[in-house]
């Protein structure tokens, strides 16, 4: 390895100093990474507008005109007097340059650097000047534009400049953007001949992309806007290409060698409560059990993610693969996060079973020592068929008979080694999983992210949910919002009532909530009111209680954090209030929203908002007025905030970096990277053809290995 590898310290310009910067501030250790740091934008600078034609709203424009005059302004906008020598620095708030060309005039203005720059920009001397206009009153200025000596030819370099991320302490620093392009062209010299082309030529020309090291010079340096456009095209490509690549061979290779256990059998359970069913299933309902079933056919093993919205119908979907497990004289478990999911899962399964033969018992945390060895002793004797439960169903002393299916709800709260204590509950195959998850997940981020499981999708409501009516409302509506409570109860509804956790500190939160809690009870006082209130502080059994006095219909209000998010079921509540609604993110809204609208009754969702609410707050509570659909969401969300910062896998951040490519916005980039690494793999899935050996030698560094997986589950 040569100059890729030198440290950064020994380039041009850099020293000790700077190159730790470099390393603390951006993570550059060396001249590789330096060049890997991709500008974010590009500045235009290839024409000069005249001051006429300076219009707000314009993005950035570049100036060249002659300082008129200077003043300096102090406290309250006095101004400081340029007649006493010294001048009185310390009392200057603020330089004010007046500028002119042939078509008018206009204000520039500096806060910081004051005494610089009114050193430099003397009266008559002419500058070019580049920023971004702002209207100031009914005039323009521009902030801290920045200010270079007109040169001939100085642009004859390429018209389009890199803006680099930077920081505060990298531009105090001495690393302004200038200095950065100067680096990166001192950085690129060196290493541009030793940059090995990465792509096989067959892809180069298949895909129409341009060679990697014209794409690192051009990605830096545009020769112009469409030589800019080939080395993104190219280097997004790369990126989305490898990562794809990577997670389909791992998929492959499982596909092939992880042996499975085979269930050709359907069985006689399955037809029993298939046949009893209430109600006939969904199109998506069938088509994901299709699926299932044929994974179970398979003698692979089963990785599957099933993914389907709050309400879809996903218990149901659940139980007939447990029945087909059963069908073919296995055993299958269902696990939960929380104690009140697992017995909510297992009274709702019990009801699908009544119809077959089939013994289902639940576990947790607070199944007795009695009742725990007989479940032990039937689960070792395979008398029990289905087993529901939280993460009791981990610990060693849980041995089953033979499972051979193992369902996960709610797949984020589980850890990918909590997953992996299930494989190897298995005879001496792994059981088949089906992981489920109600958070939607853009399809882009569900490719990589799960990129190695196959994902099916219930995209489809079971008939007859009714549409929640979603309002967002200020704290002047408030009495308004308690009399439409109290005409829902009087019909006989209840209502959740939710309030965000707001401070950093546990103690605060509650206090927040006991707040309104006590607002709610005197709002809705006893006799004729009882308001349950359920929080994270409490006792297992101080929850229990309470959620139970909801879910039975003896306390009509039920006030509480977010603990109800998950899975909750009570068709009777009619309204969801969401108390500071501003303060939640957009997928926890819509996990909130999605407990009401399960009954036969109109229901509403009720966000109120504080005073104080930002633009993209408002943004997403109008979204949530807009529409009820949680992929659309999902999708918004993450263009809003970006795929890094998505719910459920915000908690840990992203497991891969990805570079310049991004999940939100070249979904269509991402497709195509990942046919075509499908392609290649149908074709030489063990990427042995002498063609293929640059993709194995790019496979093997670290960047392109999702190596905890544990972060996104
Ligand atoms: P999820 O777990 O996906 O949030 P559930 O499985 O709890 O959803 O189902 C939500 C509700 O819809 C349940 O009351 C269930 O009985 C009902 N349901 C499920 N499938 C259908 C269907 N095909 N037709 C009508 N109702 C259904
Ligand atoms: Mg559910």
Redesign the pocket.
Known sequence: MGELGTSIQYLSGVGPKRAQLLRSELGIETLSDLIHLYPFRYIDRSGITPIAQVAPDLAYVQLQARVVSRTLYGPGSSIVSQESDPIHWGAVKRLSVLVEDETGRMELVFFKGVKWNYQRLAPGATFLFFGKPQAFGNRMNIVHPEVDVPQDGAMSQGALTGVYPSTEKLKTGGITGKVMCKLQSAALSLCLPEIQETLPEYILQDKGLVPLAYALKNIHFPADSYALRKATYRLKFEELFFLQLSLLKQKFIRSRGERGIPMPKVGPDFHACYNALP????GA?QRVIKEIRADLMSSHQMNRLLQ?????????VAVLSCLMAIGNGYQACIMAPTEVLAQQHFA?IQKYLAPTSVQCALLTGSTTQKDRRGIHAGLEDGSIGIIVGTHALLEDNVVFRNLGLAVIDEQHRFGVDQRAKLWNKGPSVPPHILV?T?TPIPRTLAMTLYGDLDVSV?DEM????KPVQTMCIGQNRRNAMYKFMRDEIARGRQVFVVFPLIFESEKMDLQNLEKGYEEIVSAFPLPDYKVAIVHGQQTNEEKNFNMSAFVAGRAQILVSTTVIEV?V?V?NASVMVIESAQRFGLSQLHQLR?RVG?GAEKSYCILVKDVKTSKEAQQRLDLMCATEDGFEIAEQDMKMRGPGDLEGTQQSGLPIHLNIASLARDGQLLTEARNCAERILEADPQLSLPGNALLVRELRKDKYEIKDYSKIS
Do not use: E
């Open positions: 109600y006939s299933l969904t309902q389907g919205d709050v309400g879809s119908g996903k218990t149901m709702n489920m109600a219930i079971p008939p007859g949910r899975g079921d068709p999605g399960r």
